[in-house]
């Protein structure tokens, strides 16, 4: 398979939050497939707000692509790409069958909507690490910022990651999308942090166009003393490393949208 054909991974991408990062996504080649309409979302608006799994790219077509990788170096296979991972009824399935073929370690990174869901909750304990987006501390500043599908509701999200993290012993990251609209009550978002007892904390800010502005580099600092005794860090702390992928224009196609935290 040459470098161009791979249609469902990609990358690897040089991430600040994973080093390299081979992306897959599970979900479609087209149209972005999101419970979440994000106001910082790299891919547009979500133009039908999912909310139900099924299967967008059968596992078989996936590790094919895996077994034809050529020798690039990995330091994390991440779910992620047009949309939400959860959302693929057969994240769990792949999972297990990449882990059967590759030693690096699995990310999956969500938008949490469906980790109120037992069976979500069993696929994504199968990952290494799990990075559960909370950009919000109520129901209405996660209307105002993520725009969920109506029965996404905040409480369900904040139980379900708790109760994931009751059992889950990977690496449980909180990624938190700073802009103006949650500056104030990021306090409050770290206060729910510590409860959650994360082992890391990812501070993002929309980088790429968007319809929010990114905040400073100063204020983003400021912020994080907010999460004093926890493991936070920023984009801006990491130097990232140089990585040519295997097929450059599909790696930017999701690429922008992993680095906004979708
Ligand atoms: S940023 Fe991520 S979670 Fe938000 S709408 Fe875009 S793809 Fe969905």
């Known amino acids: 398979m040459s470098r161009k054909h791979f249609k469902y991974i990609y990358g690897p991408v040089s991430s600040w939050r994973f080093g390299s990062s ?3 996504d599970l979900l479609s080649q087209g149209e972005k497939v999101c419970s979440f309409d994000c106001l910082y979302c790299q891919l547009g608006k979500t133009k039908a707000l ?3 799994r099924k299967l967008y790219v059968p596992t078989k ?3 094919q692509e895996i077994k034809a990788l050529p020798g690039v170096q990995i330091d994390y296979i991440t779910f992620s790409g047009r949309g939400d991972p959860t959302l693929a009824k057969n994240l769990g399935e792949v999972i297990k069958a990449i882990k059967k073929l590759r030693k690096e370690p699995i990310a999956v990174l969500t938008n949490s909507s469906l980790i109120y869901k037992k069976e979500v909750r069993a696929e994504l304990a199968l990952a290494d690490l799990v990075a559960f987006k909370l950009d919000a ?3 209405k500043l996660l209307e105002l910022i993520n725009r969920p ?3 996404i509701k905040f409480n369900n999200i904040l139980k379900g990651i708790r109760q994931f993290r009751k059992t889950y012993r990977g690496k449980l990251a909180l990624q938190i999308m700073l802009m103006q609209e949650n500056k104030e009550t990021v306090k409050n978002i770290a206060k729910l942090a510590k409860t959650i007892q994360a082992d890391e904390i990812q501070l993002c ?3 790429r166009p968007a319809q929010v502005l990114p905040l400073s580099r100063r204020t983003i600092s400021a912020l994080k003393r907010h999460f004093r005794g926890m493991k936070a860090i ?5 130097k990232r490393k140089k990585i040519r992928p295997i097929n450059t224009k599909d790696t930017n196609l999701r690429r922008s949208n992993a680095l906004n935290g979708g």
């Open 50 to 52: 999912r909310t139900k």
């Open 22 to 24: 081979l992306g897959i």
């Open 149 to 151: 599908a109506k029965e």
């Open 61 to 63: 077509k996936v590790i």
């Open 205 to 207: 800010a929309p980088v």
């Open 137 to 139: 501390d109520s129901e």
């Open 234 to 238: 920023s984009l801006y702390d990491v």
